[in-house]
């Protein structure tokens, strides 16, 4: 056995588990949107569950729903975390996934535990906190949320996790849970303890990241703005407000992405207005749904842009998110046999756009990519799902 009391860490960390769960609920209520923060609280809460159906199977070591509750829930908060990066990435977060990976490991363990007692299904346990704290960690990793230096830190906290669950698998595998090198450095009091420091930076490096995306010069500006970008004009005023602004925040980097439909007065022509209005309809809801959290949305006619902090990578990013919720809207009427496409335009202050003309510089790059694609129109079963040749002309080169 272990010397340290396990029961007491497993005690301290439910305590701590609840304590980032209410914090986080109450950060997610002042933003009614942070659907990253909203999943994090569930990660924390869910994780109380987790130690409190380990201190039953202490008592009891044939409690197999204790067991099966605890290793489930366990994966579970692991896939949670990494469900709350993508969100925070402006991606789906596949929260069933998550769901799905919990259930499959409880029901495992339960079955397992049934046969063998407190160690059942604990490689599957295992190997789910392993793929999951590696797939959050990339995740980490990547745009938008790689440009906050706690994103590092956290990532970096995933990878140690990870590594210490796939030692701990391995070991397991290999001489099994109660040989001495196991109890002593891999056992459920040393892990509970590594887990809770664990636990401690991850969510202080999440808070921080909340902060950092928050608190950034221009994330105040946008979050006032957006309730007022109802169109181009107004759009073109908020962007004159930021290049005042921009001389003292050199550190601070705009982008700027348009996206317009594609031979839309022949649509109404061929199709009647009504269903150019649902064509920019669907086109407003994948931007709306596309743009990070914290970004200004305008639109004109069937043209809308985002107005967000970063660079042309970034612009890219949004312009790709854009497209992808288009395609899995798919088709508006199966009777249409018409594509409908997107053309898309960005720039940032980040490359040789001057802020004060962000906007005029990519309404003119989506002028020049429109212009190059004039005329392409073909059939197709899915509106707006764009072949892969036009697919790419999503991503030319920087500008």
Sequence with gaps: MSILDVRTLLIVSALLNTFMGVLFSVDALHRRSD????????????????????????????????????????????????????????????????????????????????????????????????????????ECLRRPMSRYRNSTILATILIVAGIYTAVRLVVFLAIGPNSLPFQTYLGTGVATMVNIILITGAAFSMAALRSEQNGAPFAASARAAAADAGNLEQLRAIVAELAANAPSQPDVAFVLVAADIDNLGTVNALFGRDFGDRLIAALGTAVRSSAPDGTAVAASGGTFVVLASGDVDDGEFIAERIEDALAEAGQLDTRIPMRVSVTYGWASTAGDAAASDLLDSALEQLRQRKSQRSGEVASTRRLFRAPKRARAAVRPGRS
């Design 35 to 138: 659907v990253a923060s909203r999943i994090w609280a569930l990660a924390f809460i869910n994780a109380f569950v987790t130690t409190f159906a380990y201190i039953v199977a202490l008592d009891d070591q044939f409690a197999w729903w204790a067991i099966g509750l605890g290793n489930g829930t366990f994966v579970g908060v692991v896939a949670a975390v990494w469900a709350g990066c993508r969100a925070f990435n402006g991606r789906p977060p596949r929260l069933w996934i998550a769901g799905l990976a919990g259930l499959c490991v409880a029901i495992f363990g339960a079955v397992r535990a049934m046969q063998v007692g407190f160690w059942g299904g604990t490689s599957l346990l295992f190997l789910g906190v392993a793929v999951f704290t590696a797939l959050a960690a990339a």
